[in-house]
């Protein structure tokens, strides 16, 4: 965190760092360190999960300590009321405020604008932790915690690199805004609709927009220039009236499950080729230049092999494994509703199942298109049955991907930062997720971006022993 926080000053000072500046800054970070690890373990102790509607309180009080702390530096400080959620019950509860603030408004300055969250995934000791996920705890220079990662240390490396500039009456090089929101781990909900309120007051005089919302791929600093986007779908298959025993009635009808797993099989071929019309025809062409790029990336596929649990992946070579991941399309079946899922035997034959699956995307789909196409393709596999039964799809996310051009002075300025403090060529990386709110930013404010990782790649995002490194 302390080197990343030194970081994070070279790249809004920039070229423009005097080298007595760094020095002083370098100095004043370090013999503060144990301050900011303090005020990690304050932020970290918040159960602020914004998933859990009975933990609000605590969200809000995250929220508001997020605005004391900018306040307390001296920073314009606004709490943006972004309106009401609405729970599956029917009920409404006021969603999180955002956090908004600002440093400087010299209009012969550039204006960064800091994007981060300061909600968590739930955390229970029982999941599984080695330490209390609520209480931060350092161990060989790693500091245990539930959003130690994701993304609150991030967002106080920020926060602290603007303090570090007042302590030490260095003039900021630019003007620095922060937006701060507490409902990012379950979809960012209101925040669209806000950063599009607010795009010609907050916005207006922003130059670049940076997001920390990542991590590195290796132990090689990283910066981030692309994610995948995601459409999520639903296929029905509607059948009896009513769930059926086999015994008495199979055999006899035409089942709903068997029609959805058939349907199902025809969108990917076992060797990962998918098998929806157009869909492949769509994506980008690797270029020679991103090949090369790949080729030059520190991963270590044994070591991918080994983090999560496989005898063999996909592709055998680096540069397809990590094309596979980060900029070409797949499908993922993650469930099927209204099946028999609990132990046991029950010879059911359920009336109605709905399979949930998504397809990540990559330039140039168009999720519109993706939609129709995979609707189409479902429609006419479901046709060939010939059966009685009726099949419904619907597409209930069309998130596009997000991709940056990496000549763009942002990214210049990012590598130097990187080989300044780290002594490194950063690598240049894609997220195979979906970060929508980098796609929202730049449709809707048409501002340059930057994904600039702060977490480490074995930090262990939304999984058991969260840390963040010292
Ligand atoms: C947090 O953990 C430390 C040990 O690392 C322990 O001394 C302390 O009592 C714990 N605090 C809470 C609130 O559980
Ligand atoms: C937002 O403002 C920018 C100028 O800062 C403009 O280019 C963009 O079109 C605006 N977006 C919308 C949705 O009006």
Redesign the pocket.
């Known amino acids: 965190m302390i080197r990343v926080l030194l970081f994070a000053s070279m790249l809004i000072l920039g070229s423009r760092a005097l080298n007595f500046q760094l020095d002083e800054l370098t100095k004043y970070i370090d013999s503060h360190q144990e301050e900011y690890v303090e005020t990690l373990r304050e932020w970290v ?1 918040v159960e602020s999960d914004s998933s859990d509607v009975l933990k609000r309180a605590e969200l809000d009080r995250m929220m508001d300590m997020t605005a004391e702390k900018m306040r307390k530096m001296g920073g314009k400080v606004e709490m943006v009321d972004i309106g009401l959620q609405e729970l599956p019950s029917g009920k409404t509860i006021p969603l999180p405020k955002v956090v908004t603030a600002q440093f400087g408004s010299d209009p012969g300055k550039h204006t960064v604008c800091i994007y981060g969250h300061v909600d968590v995934q739930p955390a229970k000791k029982e999941d599984g932790w080695a ?2 996920p609520y ?1 931060l ?1 350092d161990i060989n220079g790693n500091l245990y915690g539930r959003g130690a990662s994701d993304n609150k240390a991030p967002v106080l490396a920020w926060i602290h690199t603007v303090e570090a500039y007042q302590a030490l009456d260095i003039d900021l090089p630019v003007n620095v805004k922060f937006i701060i929101e507490g409902m990012e781990e379950t979809g960012s909900n209101g925040l669209d609709a806000m950063i599009v309120s607010r795009n010609d007051t907050f916005f207006s005089d922003v130059d670049y927009i940076i997001i920390s919302d990542c991590g590195w791929l290796s132990r090689r600093p990283a910066l981030t220039y692309g994610t995948r986007g995601n459409c999520y779908f639903f296929a029905e298959v509607e059948g009896p009236k009513q769930d059926l025993h086999s015994g008495v009635y199979g055999g006899t009808v035409i089942e709903p499950m068997t029609d959805l797993i058939g349907i199902l099989d025809t969108l990917i071929s076992p060797s990962g080729e998918i098998l929806v019309p157009g869909i492949r025809e769509a994506v980008a062409p690797l270029s020679d230049e991103e090949w090369k790029m790949y080729q030059d990336i520190e991963f270590d596929m044994e070591n991918y092999k080994n983090k999560i649990g496989v005898s063999r992946l996909m592709y055998s070579n680096k540069v397809e494994l990590l094309a596979h991941r980060w900029r070409y399309p797949t499908v993922s079946i993650h469930g099927i509703e209204g099946a028999f899922s609990a132990p046991g035997s029950k010879t059911v034959i359920p009336a109605k199942v709905i399979a949930k699956f998504s397809i990540r995307q990559v330039p140039d789909m168009d999720p519109a298109v993706v939609e129709k196409q995979v609707t189409d393709h479902l429609k006419a596999a479901f046709a060939k049955r010939k059966s009685p039964n009726k099949l419904k799809v619907t597409m209930i996310i069309g998130a596009k991907p997000w991709l940056a051009d990496t000549g763009h002075p942002l990214y210049k300025a990012g590598r130097e930062a990187v080989k300044e403090v780290f002594k490194v060529e950063p690598d240049m990386i894609r997220e195979g997720g979906t970060i929508p709110i980098a796609r929202t930013f730049q449709d809707v404010t048409k501002k340059s971006i930057i994904m600039l990782p702060i977490g480490g790649f074995d930090d262990g995002l939304h999984s058991q022993n969260e840390k963040m490194s010292r």
Request: charged share 20%; aromatic share 0%; net charge negative.
């Open positions: 102790a330490t209390e209480n705890t």
